[in-house]
């Protein structure tokens, strides 16, 4: 996704070691016989995956009691990532998969004492980039997704508890050689017998172009008998591709079972071209595998409503989003630092609403892992121009709470292990 | 394309012109004599002295008496009397007008008288070619490779043993490495070989292959490089130098080790004085199975990823295979030239990887990397009185492949399974391919360096470096990598002027360069238009050197230069797929200062003690990083970085019994940007992660039976120590968690015998002599004890 795959003469830097212009991705974690066990300090609290700032922008899994108060930093403390790492949790256990040459994931939970620590890893050939977990939360479902030509993509099945791959299945999701076109999948949502797999049209040059961005699609697998092609694809066409890249939340699913997903379709957000459609919320209703022809929640034309950049479900009926106020940032600028347009709104799904988080600034968010909803709140992290800090949101009355102060780059979820 | 880079430069004609009109003056049309100058230094006693530099002031020639306690200065061309002039420490310096006669040669002699050393008659010429370099205002070391022929060293090996370098490799014979010097790296030090850029010559001329046999000495020049050797150099440059001599000789060599290693060099020569010609060959063969024993590597499951555990394993597919061949004819001491040669380059090489260079969690099979190199170029060289004038061109073709062609997946046990038909994986990318990238280079150079008097000197140098790259995949139809034309000229134009006294007890050089730069890369876009860019820019660097040597003992040094890199052409040009271009890119600038002091002296005639010690500085600014914005992303001017450091030395000889010298380097290099992309960087003045910042190197060597003619024996151990450093910041992370690369301390033992005055050497050697587990790289082991079999044939 962000970082891989770039021209050749960055790949061929990194194996020939000639070049040092890439910062250097690494190898693996000290391992489990030679070494004690990494584990941070305790696990009460709330552990965060934290990026620090600076050179190689090294990542860490910290825990903290208090952290809407004071500073939050690495200092001294947490378990050191060797590298870039996307953050997913499962239960009370939390994935961190590695990118690039660092071809590793690993899990980790809580041990005996309260402290956090690996719980066993495996590798992967190409980078797990889309993230979803089974209904009882025992599989983790990870994809790689390779992004020019029209080889398989790679689903595969981790026992939560052991962190071991059971099982892979090759599929291609989605592809059309005579119109050059593959699948990249933004979503992998189980829900009860059956795998729901949105996911964008791409130019199979690798190139992220979206030729056909006006319309959502979404596969429909069996599940857990996940075969090499989808049950069938069913289509919307009021409004676009589902989903954004990195983002693996293109779909959610409602307390009641209901299946929402959102389409944003915009140029910021790395559509190429962008979407004529209005960006929005469609569902697919518990027990259903198609759309909801009397359901569009319209977000972009809605008050306070605007593009959909990212959302995650929260409870009630609720879910936080983040909205981009205009689509005049230029290619890609929402996963940059250049342009602060990203507002953090509360939706009401079933009344089709949109409110302003109060108290919570203007700011840009390329990545965010699942969150984290603890007695009716919800807490993110916000990166403006100058200043990164914890907030915590009241979902009931949509008011935001300063909480404590970022010393890094920012913090990619909050878990509870 | 071509146009625009055979444009006529103003500047060049500026420069050059008044050196041309007074080579006019001075050099042609006038029938002039040469004379050979000989005789005999001895003292009261008739026995012959070695060590005294006898020269010709104002024609800045000169020799060093021998061990018979004689000395030869060739070539002179004087129609006018002049002063031979004889000195050296311990001894009073005496001076002979000398008349030369037509075509005959002199003989002078002189009987020394013991005295006072007289330091208004001190005088650079005379003495060693590197002797001369290291006490010139830069910050230089310079390694004389005499010692070091008989033992199976490369260059690298060799530079890894002085203070302020530290070389980073990823394997055994022909791996990867990355050089540092003093906290600079990769591309920001330059390579030369005789005064020409080695830059992007290929992987099988890369100098982790290159044995010692083929050169004289290694000139590293710390932070201040001098205008002669025209690149950007931004930390400092690396010269490899072969002494122009004017006999015939051979030296051919042969070695056989451990991992299957054999290696072997020729270096041999045919000169014929009286017409005045030369064809010299060099050459070297290397191969090695590098199957050396790696410990507790992680082994996966092939088919699901899962861990199994740690094993120790032997390495397999690490095969690595080199040959060179240069070719080079010329001619020497005619009218029009002092020397002038051509010669003919072809070296080819084949890589066998395990894994990437970065990680071992994953494992190749097949993997593996060509290159194929031929380069042709021309030198000539001609002094015309206070005149003296070097050039050089050089074209050259450098094809690189990448072959990832194999449809199975291996692990560290040496299990593989083949994947499914509708895996398009490669062993490392995401699609098999079979990557080959050309450059095309064309490189041209002209110094000119003009002595007004013994006082003043200048100097003048122009240099222009042109490469263009292409490349197709074979294998991968979605690539296009480099099938965008692009192509990059540098030129890069210095000036010097250089005054030191008449007692010549101190020196000062100013110097500025200006670099100009131009580039251009056609690719097509989305819409399958073609979109071109260009880039012209010029930029300056500036700076200064200076010497005092304040007595018999001490020298103090002092240098500064505003130093450059020029962006790469992918950096600044983007590479028309993932990489934007970024025409505002900057080059990475450095303020480099250094400080030195050197001292020596001799004890009862029979010890010998040298030392030196430099402070240095080095705030970099603009480091060139890549910036992602999603899958995309540009270059652009992120970082600042400071280095400061301490770094010394001394060696001790007791007659030519036994040696000892040790050195060490400490570098405190800082990460020295305040904001990372507006948030304030909590990582400000932190050291560099992933950076060695403390190292020394020490080697003791005996010659415990001393004979003049057969049966000389040798021993030497040398060690190193590299002490323990983060891949991330020192002070983040729990200390259970945190990636450490553990200090290192290796020994090596060699043992050396000579017959027949040298013409006949044997060596041995045991490297990593403890078979420790040694890592330059966190996690990249390098090979255990290693035993090395030498022999070598030497005819001068």
Redesign the interface.
């Known amino acids: 996704?962000?970082?891989?795959?770039?021209?050749?003469?960055?790949?061929?830097s990194?194996?020939?070691?000639?070049?040092?212009?890439?910062?250097?991705?690494?190898?693996?974690?000290?391992?489990d016989?030679?070494?004690?066990?990494?584990?941070?300090?305790s696990s009460s609290g709330i552990t965060m995956s934290f990026k620090?700032?600076?050179?190689?922008?090294?990542e860490?899994i910290i825990s903290k009691e208090n952290i809407m108060e004071g500073e939050i930093?690495?200092?001294?403390?947490?378990?050191?990532q060797?590298g870039w790492r996307f953050y997913y949790p499962v239960g009370k256990t939390l994935f961190a998969s590695g990118y690039s040459?660092?071809?590793?994931c690993a899990g980790y939970a809580s041990n005996a004492n309260g402290q956090i620590e690996k719980k066993?890893?495996?590798?992967?050939?190409?980078a797990l980039e889309m993230f979803g977990k089974s209904d009882d939360e025992e599989t983790l479902l990870a994809m790689e997704i390779?992004?020019?030509?029209?080889?398989?993509k790679?689903l595969f099945f981790i026992d939560v508890n052991t962190v071991?791959?059971?099982?892979?299945v090759?599929t291609?999701i989605f592809q059309s050689t005579s119109d050059s076109l593959v699948a990249w999948p933004s979503a992998l949502q189980v829900r009860g017998d059956k795998l729901f797999v949105p996911f964008h049209k791409l130019d199979?040059?690798?190139?992220?172009?979206t030729p056909r961005a006006d319309t959502a699609f979404v596969a429909v697998y069996n599940y857990p008998n996940v075969g090499e092609q989808p049950e069938k694809i069913i289509t919307d066409t009021r409004t676009s591709n589902i989903g954004v890249?990195?983002a693996t939340s293109g779909m959610i699913e409602a307390d009641n079972g209901d299946i929402y997903s959102f389409s944003c379709g915009a140029e910021m957000a790395?559509f190429?071209p962008a979407s004529t459609k209005p960006s929005g919320i469609l569902r697919i209703n518990n027990g259903s595998t198609e759309f909801d022809p009397n359901y569009f929640f319209n977000v972009e034309e809605a008050t306070n409503g605007g593009k959909i950049f990212w959302f995650e479900y929260l409870e009630n009926g609720k879910a936080i989003a983040r909205i981009l106020t205009h689509d005049n940032g230029g290619?890609?600028?929402a996963?940059?630092?250049d342009v602060f347009n990203q507002k953090l709104v509360i939706l009401d799904l079933e009344a089709q609403t949109v409110t302003d988080v109060t108290n919570v600034p203007l700011h840009a968010k390329?990545y965010s892992s699942p969150v984290l909803v603890e007695d009716g709140k919800v807490y993110v992290s916000v990166?403006t121009?100058?200043?990164?800090h914890v907030y915590q949101v009241d979902i009931a009355t949509a008011t935001g709470t300063k909480g404590a102060k970022i010393?890094?780059?920012t913090i990619k979820g909050f878990y509870k292990l | 394309m071509l146009r625009t880079f055979f444009q006529p430069n103003k500047f060049l004609y500026l420069i050059l012109l008044p050196f041309i009109i007074v080579s006019c003056i001075n050099g042609f049309g006038q029938n002039r004599n040469r004379v050979t100058i000989s005789g005999k230094v001895v003292d009261k006693k008739n026995n012959p002295i070695p060590g005294l530099s006898i020269y010709i002031k104002g024609l800045n020639k000169g020799d060093v008496s021998n061990a018979n306690g004689q000395y030869k200065i060739e070539n002179i061309i004087s129609d006018t009397a002049f002063h031979l002039t004889i000195s050296g420490i311990g001894y009073q310096t005496q001076s002979k007008e000398v008349k030369p006669g037509g075509s005959t040669d002199l003989t002078v002699n002189f009987e020394m008288k013991k005295g006072q050393y007289n330091l208004s008659e001190f005088n650079v010429v005379g003495k060693s070619n590197a002797e001369e370099l290291r006490e010139t205002g830069y910050n230089v070391n310079v390694l004389e490779t005499k010692e070091l022929k008989n033992l199976s060293t490369d260059i690298n090996q060799v530079l890894q043993t002085t203070s302020g370098v530290n070389i980073r490799q990823a394997g055994g014979l022909g791996s990867g490495f990355k050089l540092s010097l003093n906290g600079l790296s990769g591309n920001q030090v330059r390579y030369f070989i005789d005064g020409i850029p080695m830059e992007s010559f290929g992987s099988s001329l890369s100098l982790n292959n290159y044995p010692v046999n083929l050169i004289d000495n290694i000139e590293v020049y710390k932070g201040v490089v001098p205008i002669s050797l025209g690149a950007d150099a931004l930390g400092g440059a690396i010269n490899i130098t072969s002494a122009y001599r004017k006999k015939s000789f051979l030296d051919v060599g042969y070695t056989v080790g451990s991992f299957n290693t054999h290696r072997g060099s020729i270096n041999g020569q045919y000169a014929n004085k009286e017409k005045g010609y030369f064809a010299r060959v060099t050459s070297f063969i290397n191969y090695s199975d590098n199957n050396f024993k790696m410990y507790d590597v992680p082994l996966y499951d092939l088919e699901l990823g899962n861990y199994e555990g740690d094993i120790d394993v032997r390495r397999k597919h690490s095969e690595y295979s080199s040959g060179m061949v240069k070719a080079e004819v010329g001619l020497f001491d005619k009218k029009f030239a002092d020397r002038i040669s051509l010669s003919f380059t072809k070296s080819l090489n084949r890589k066998n990887y395990q894994h990437p260079d970065n990680n071992i969690k994953r494992v190749f099979g097949h993997f593996h990397s060509r290159n194929n190199t031929t380069l042709l170029s021309a030198t000539y060289e001609k002094r015309f009185g206070k005149l003296a004038i070097t050039a050089y061109a050089l074209g050259g073709q450098i094809i690189e492949e990448v072959i990832d062609t194999s449809s199975y997946k291996y692990n560290w046990a040496g299990e593989s399974i083949r994947r499914d038909e509708d895996d398009q994986r490669g062993e490392l990318y995401d699609r098999r391919s079979w990557l080959e990238i050309t450059d095309k280079v064309f490189r041209s150079s002209a110094q000119a360096v003009y002595t007004i008097d013994q006082n003043h000197e200048l100097a003048a140098s122009y240099s222009q470096n042109y490469t263009t790259r292409s490349g197709t995949d074979y294998v991968d139809e979605f690539s296009t990598s480099f099938q965008s034309p692009s192509y990059i000229n540098k030129t890069i134009l210095g000036g010097s002027y250089t005054y030191k006294p008449n007692s010549k007890r101190w020196e000062v050089s100013v110097f500025a360069k200006e670099y100009l730069y131009n580039g251009n890369i056609v690719t097509t876009d989305s819409q399958d238009e073609e979109v071109e860019e260009n880039i012209d820019l010029s930029n300056t660097g500036y700076g200064f050197t200076s010497r005092y040597f304040a007595g018999e003992h001490f020298q103090f040094k002092a240098s500064f230069e505003r130093a450059l890199r020029l962006p790469e052409s992918h950096e600044i040009l983007g590479d028309g797929i993932y990489v934007n271009p970024n025409p505002q890119l900057l080059p990475e600038n450095s303020y480099n200062g250094n400080l030195g002091l050197r001292f020596r002296t001799s004890i009862a005639e029979n010890w010998d003690f040298r030392s030196d010690l430099n402070t240095f500085i080095r705030s970099s600014n603009d480091f060139i990083r890549f910036r992602p914005m999603g899958p995309f992303g540009q270059y652009e001017n992120i970082s600042n970085v400071r280095s400061t450091g301490i770094e010394g030395g001394f060696e001790i000889r007791y007659n030519s019994f036994a040696s000892l010298n040790a050195n060490a380097t400490y570098q405190n290099i800082t990460d020295q940007t305040k904001k990372d992309e507006g948030l304030e960087n909590v990582n400000y003045n932190s050291k560099i992660p992933n950076v060695p910042y403390f190292f020394a190197n020490a080697r003791f060597g005996i010659k415990p039976f001393h004979k003049e003619t057969d049966g000389n024996l040798s021993f030497y151990w040398s060690t190193r120590y590299v002490h323990e450093f983060f891949l991330t910041w020192e002070n983040l992370g729990s200390a259970e968690s945190k990636h450490v690369i553990p200090s290192q301390l290796t020994h090596d033992l060699e043992a050396e015998y000579s017959l027949k005055d040298g013409k006949y050497n044997f060596s041995l050697s045991v490297n990593n002599l403890t078979n420790n587990i040694v890592y330059d790289n966190f996690r990249i082991q390098k090979p255990g004890r290693a035993i090395y079999f030498k022999i070598r044939y030497l005819l001068q």
């Open positions: 996704m962000f970082i891989n795959n770039q021209s050749k003469l960055r790949k061929i990194s194996i020939l070691f000639v070049a040092a212009l890439t910062t250097g991705f690494t190898a693996c974690d000290k391992d016989d030679d070494d004690p066990t990494p584990t941070t300090k620090t700032t600076g050179g190689d922008e090294s860490f930093s690495a200092e001294g403390t947490g378990i050191e060797t040459e660092d071809n590793q066993g890893e495996f590798i992967f050939d190409n390779p992004r020019a030509g029209f080889g398989d790679k071991q791959v059971k099982r892979i090759g291609k199979a040059n690798g190139y992220f172009t890249n990195g790395g190429a290619a890609w600028a996963f940059g630092r390329r990166e121009a100058s200043e990164a010393n890094g780059k």
